[in-house]
T-cell receptor
Framework: EPEVTQTPSHQVTQMGQEVILRCVPI?????FYWYRQILGQKVEFLVSFYNNEISEKSEIFDDQFSVERPDGSNFTLKIRSTKLEDSAMYFC??????????FGPGTRLTVL | GENVEQHPSTLSVQEGDSAVIKCTYSDSASNYFPWYKQELGKRPQLIIDIRSNVGEKKDQRIAVTLNKTAKHFSLHITETQPEDSAVYFCAASSREDSNYQLIWGAGTKLIIKP
């Protein structure tokens, strides 16, 4: 069965640094998402992406965040200037319709 | 906006018994209710979902019920097994034209005792 993949699995960075989290969605999917999960807490929606543009974003997704689909296969999340509170597991997801079924394995971001 | 409450936060049941996890939602326009299972350190996986035009859905040992009037939905796991141990999240989506900005519950840690 095809899977969403994410790299890296763990990213450690210094506060104020930029990070880019990478995702490869399932190839025929049209909808792409980023979610985050702070340790022990609920999964929180960040942003959805369709037809090469952001279709929805949450309050968490402020100007420090951006997403891009640079080459038709990768889907990236950039955090421009990381803060301690950005430490979390970041999940990419994709779907071919509005039913969100496929999550990636996650990238654990640790901001020091 | 939508708010999803999930109870209990932890549920411990004897292997072979049934487990029930309950969620309530606030937005009466919500029309899609998935349940996800997340094992420790792994990704969430969709295990079952239900739409607002259906009251109950079953898949082997797992079932979900929806009460639109009361705005609550529940996950039922029968004949629980050790591999059912995980954190279970309910979620709700309220916009038909959205790409499913799901609002998630806080999760229930299900422990199956041997």
């Amino acid at each position: 069965e095809p899977e969403v993949t994410q790299t890296p699995s763990h990213q450690v960075t210094q506060m104020g640094q930029e990070v880019i989290l990478r995702c490869v969605p399932i190839s025929n999917h049209l909808y792409f998402y980023w979610y985050r999960q702070i340790l022990g807490q609920k999964v929180e929606f960040l942003v959805s992406f369709y037809n090469n543009e952001i279709s929805e974003k949450s309050e968490i997704f402020d100007d420090q965040f951006s997403v891009e689909r640079p080459d038709g296969s990768n889907f990236t999340l950039k955090i421009r200037s990381t803060k301690l509170e950005d430490s979390a597991m970041y999940f990419c997801a994709s779907s071919d319709n509005r039913e969100l079924k496929f999550f990636g394995p996650g990238t654990r971001l640790t901001v020091l | 906006g939508e708010n999803v409450e999930q109870h209990p936060s932890t549920l411990s049941v004897q292997e072979g018994d049934s487990a029930v996890i309950k969620c309530t939602y606030s937005d009466s326009a919500s029309n899609y209710f998935p349940w996800y299972k997340q094992e420790l350190g792994k990704r969430p996986q969709l295990i079952i979902d239900i739409r607002s035009n259906v009251g109950e859905k079953k898949d082997q040992r797992i079932a979900v019920t929806l009460n639109k009037t009361a705005k609550h939905f529940s996950l039922h796991i029968t004949e629980t097994q050790p591999e059912d141990s995980a954190v279970y999240f309910c979620a709700a989506s309220s916009r038909e034209d959205s790409n499913y900005q799901l609002i998630w519950g806080a999760g229930t840690k299900l422990i199956i005792k041997p």
